[in-house]
C-alpha cells in the first residue's frame, strides 16, 4: 500500500532548456520541453535535439555545457532554465555563448518596449492612428488534437512577427506541456501551413504543431459551436470569471421583491 501510495505522488520531472549550435554565433538558441515520461532515454533526447536546432552538421551525438565543454551524457545532469550546446561528432568549440543568449533577451526586451515620439517634435498625431502600429498581434492557439481545452492567447509584438523561429518559441512557452519538445509549426484551422509570422492575422485562430503529423479536424465547428459560458480562452479576463448560475440570479431576484 505505501509502495503504490510512493508511486502515486512521483510525478515526472519537466526541465525547460536552451540549446545552441555548437560554434554557431548567430544561432540564438532553442527552447525545448523535456518530459522523462517522453523521453525515457537520451538517445531520444539526443533525436528531439536534432529535430529542433537542425544543425547544419546533421544529427546531434553529443550535449556540452556551454562554460568549459563538459560533455552531458545522461537526462539526470540535464538542469531546468540551463544553457546547453548541441554538436555531432566534432569536438565542442569555445564560444561565448552565454554572451548570444544575453544579447537575445535585450533584443526582446526591446522588442517590448513601445516606440515613443520624438521630444522636439512639434507634429501632433492622433492617437487612433498611432495605436495600429504599436499594438502586438492577438492571436488564439490551440494544441493539435486537443479539441477539450481552451485555446491560448497570445500578443506577439509586431517587430518580432519577422522572426518566425521566435514565434514558435513564444509559442512553445505559452502552451507549456501541451506541446512536448516544443512547437515546430503552425496551421490555420482548416489546416493550411504557416510559415511566415507575418502572415499572421490578428483575433485569428491557429493550430500549433510538435513533430507529429497536423491532425486534420474540424476545429472551427468545435470552436464556434460551443456555448458562450464554455467559450473561454487562457489569457483572457473571462476565463478567470465564473459563469453565473441561474439558480443565483433567481434568488437575487426574489430577495429583491421581498
Not at 64 to 69: A, D, F, I, L, V
Amino acid at each position: 500500500m505505501s509502495s503504490e501510495k510512493h508511486n502515486f505522488l512521483v510525478q515526472p520531472a519537466v526541465k525547460n532548456v536552451l540549446m545552441f549550435r555548437n560554434g554557431d554565433p548567430y544561432y540564438e538558441g532553442r527552447r525545448l520541453v523535456i518530459n522523462e515520461k517522453r523521453m525515457t532515454s537520451f538517445e531520444t533526447f539526443l533525436k528531439e535535439v536534432t529535430g529542433g536546432v537542425k544543425a547544419p552538421f546533421g544529427a546531434v551525438r553529443n550535449i556540452y555545457t556551454p562554460k568549459g565543454g563538459n560533455r552531458v551524457l545522461s537526462l539526470e545532469h540535464l538542469q531546468s532554465g540551463q544553457h546547453y550546446v548541441a554538436a555531432g561528432r566534432e569536438r565542442f568549440k569555445q564560444i561565448d555563448y552565454l554572451q548570444i543568449a544575453a544579447k537575445k533577451k535585450k533584443r526582446l526586451q526591446n522588442n517590448l518596449v513601445q516606440t515613443k515620439p520624438v521630444s522636439h517634435s512639434r507634429i501632433i498625431v492622433s492617437a487612433r492612428f498611432l495605436k495600429p502600429i504599436n499594438e502586438p498581434c492577438a492571436i488564439f492557439v490551440i494544441a493539435n488534437g486537443d479539441v477539450l481545452n481552451p485555446a491560448v492567447r497570445l500578443l506577439i509584438p509586431r517587430r518580432v512577427l519577422g522572426q518566425f523561429e521566435r514565434v514558435l518559441e513564444m509559442i512553445t512557452e505559452k502552451m507549456g506541456l501541451r506541446i512536448l519538445g516544443g512547437v515546430h509549426s503552425l496551421y490555420t484551422l482548416e489546416g493550411g501551413l504557416v510559415n511566415d509570422g507575418k502572415l499572421l492575422e490578428n483575433g485569428q485562430f491557429y493550430i500549433a504543431v510538435g513533430r507529429e503529423r497536423f491532425k486534420k479536424l474540424p476545429y472551427s465547428e468545435l470552436i464556434f459551436t460551443k456555448p458562450m459560458t464554455m467559450r473561454r480562452f487562457i489569457g483572457s479576463k473571462a476565463a478567470s470569471l465564473p459563469p453565473i448560475s441561474k439558480s443565483r440570479k433567481h434568488n437575487d431576484n426574489v430577495s429583491k421583491t421581498h
